[in-house]
Nanobody
Framework: QVQLGESGGGLVQAGGSLRVSCAAS????????MGWFRQAPGKEREFVAA????????DYADFVKGRFTIARGNAKNTVYLQMNSLKPEDTAVYYC???????????????WGQGTQVTVSS
């Protein structure tokens, strides 16, 4: 059974930093692209960042460029999202996802985690 599990969410003040992690199990994800999406209350889920299977190619939504960094762990079955200079508008449930194809759309991804809440206070 394929599972993606996020961790590391929590409450942080504006301007602070937080790192969320995602661990994949059930199959080898070393050849899968992995991405982060988020969904704020009352809004649709949106793309945040993606990294290809090698870890070298990355993409970011414009609203996180320069503040967030996506990276794969050495075992390739983990992915991290380092979030710096957090803003209240970054408050959302953050989801990791995995795909055999590299992309930035929800429809590109086949496997999803349950999400982790990130709350940024002003």
């Amino acid at each position: 059974q394929v599972q993606l599990g996020e961790s590391g969410g929590g409450l942080v003040q504006a301007g602070g930093s937080l790192r969320v992690s995602c661990a994949a199990s059930g199959r080898t994800f070393s050849r899968y692209a992995m991405g982060w999406f988020r969904q704020a209350p009352g809004k649709e889920r949106e793309f945040v960042a993606a990294v290809d299977w090698s870890g070298y190619a990355t993409d970011y939504a414009d609203f996180v460029k320069g503040r967030f960094t996506i990276a794969r762990g050495n075992a390739k079955n983990t992915v991290y999202l380092q979030m710096n200079s957090l803003k209240p508008e970054d408050t959302a449930v953050y989801y990791c996802a995995a795909s055999p194809r590299y992309g930035t759309k929800e429809s590109d991804y086949d496997y999803w985690g349950q999400g982790t809440q990130v709350t940024v206070s002003s």
